[in-house]
């Protein structure tokens, strides 16, 4: 997952054997992954107990999906990364920190458009892509994403961290999201 | 719901995995990403985007505890969960069975393994811990008298008292008396070379304030620990 850790074939193999139900796999998946995986939701979460329960949640559930875990999709690191944020941050909207904090551009058209899905080419984003473009924003576009990136701010988290106003924080959030998507698709990262 | 612009379904599968897609609004997409396989393979597309970027966060490492929490509820551990527990088979084979490892460890440093031991050092010795394997108490037997120490203490309670056991190879766990959830305590119960006859292990279990009303443990196992006995015991 990072310099030092075990690479991403490794954590792939790993992945397969815990899929065929492979304790001792799983134990050393644990021992390669926890500690980066820990920090990721303690920054979100901000309390120790609460990142034990995610982290909990995590691996039970990475043991159990294993099987779905594809090499075809995603890093490995990044399918248990996701999987311990997403919990992190529905573990934020269960406690006191709930808020509706969506950005009204979007809730607006958050309604039923009736039609079919477009389909989505597949194609896995380069390693460093995203930091390379990262590197292309506007410093406040990077620092609001940064921040809601790492530390799961909201967006009147935000406001209160970075004291700009509440709309200019988003617009900053979806414009910087915007060029980051322009950016990693030009750079052939991935296709629309 | 249905969303087809292509930038708005960007917008909004950026924002979930972003994590300030909130609240009830968030709760409204994972729904909506569970029913629109494309949707699903977009909040992918931007977990590979953003999530590498965690990659730079300094590792902290979890409690210890952790992982056989995991594998308890995994339903792998070989330690038992912590209630219900008494009239547990598989518990007490690990009781008796699984420590041997430290149970020698502690002889070792208790007594040494070199030379008779001094005529005041303690009989038996054990180490009371969690199901999750953490260290809680230190128990001494020297000339009938229990000491306990708690090394972790619990936080205090008006309602609950702790109560320690001796367990036997066969039969019923025997009450030893109350100990206290922080501190030491020295315990001189009656026939107490007795009591611990044939005691493979201490437990010690949650009860009602003073004690178990029945005689025998009712409430959920809190630390529990092989005895080791010196040579003269």
Partial sequence: ?192 | MRLTDPDLRHALAASYVLGTLRGPARRRFARAVQADPGLARLVTRWEDYLTPLAENVAPVAPPARLWPSIEARLGHARTPRPAGLWGNVSFWRWLGTGFATAAIALLAVTFGLRGPPPADAPALVAVLSTPEQAPRMVIEESRGVLKVRVTAPWPPSATQDHELWVVPREGAPRSLGVVPLAGEAQLRPAQLERLLEGGIAFAVSLEPRGGSPTGAPTGAILCSGPIARSKRA
């Avoid at chain 1, 490794?10 to 992945?15: H, T």
């Avoid at chain 1, 809601?148 to 967006?155: E, R």
Wanted: proline letters at 3%.
């Fill in chain 1, 1 to 192: 997952m990072s310099a030092g850790a075990p690479e991403a074939d490794d954590l792939a193999r790993l992945l397969e054997r815990v899929s065929l139900g492979e304790r001792a796999a799983f134990a050393e998946l644990y021992r390669a992954t926890s500690a980066k995986l820990f920090a990721v939701s303690l920054r979100i979460v901000r309390e120790r107990q609460l990142a034990e329960e995610v982290l909990q949640d995590s691996y039970v559930a990475i043991w159990n999906h294993a099987a779905e875990y594809s090499r075809a999709k995603s890093a490995p690191g990044t399918w248990m990364a996701a999987i311990v944020r997403n919990r992190s941050l529905d573990l934020l909207r269960r406690g006191s920190r709930e808020v509706e904090d969506v950005d009204e551009v979007l809730a607006g058209r958050l309604v039923d458009e009736g039609a079919a899905p477009a389909a989505d080419l597949e194609r896995r984003a380069g390693e460093h892509a995203v930091r390379e473009c990262l590197g292309e924003l506007e410093p406040d576009q990077r620092q609001s994403i940064a921040l809601a990136f790492y530390h799961g701010l909201s967006h009147s988290e935000l406001a209160g961290h970075l004291r700009r106003p509440l709309g200019t924080v988003k617009t900053h959030i979806r414009r910087g999201l915007a060029r980051l998507r322009e950016c990693l698709e030009r750079t052939g990262a991935v296709e629309r």
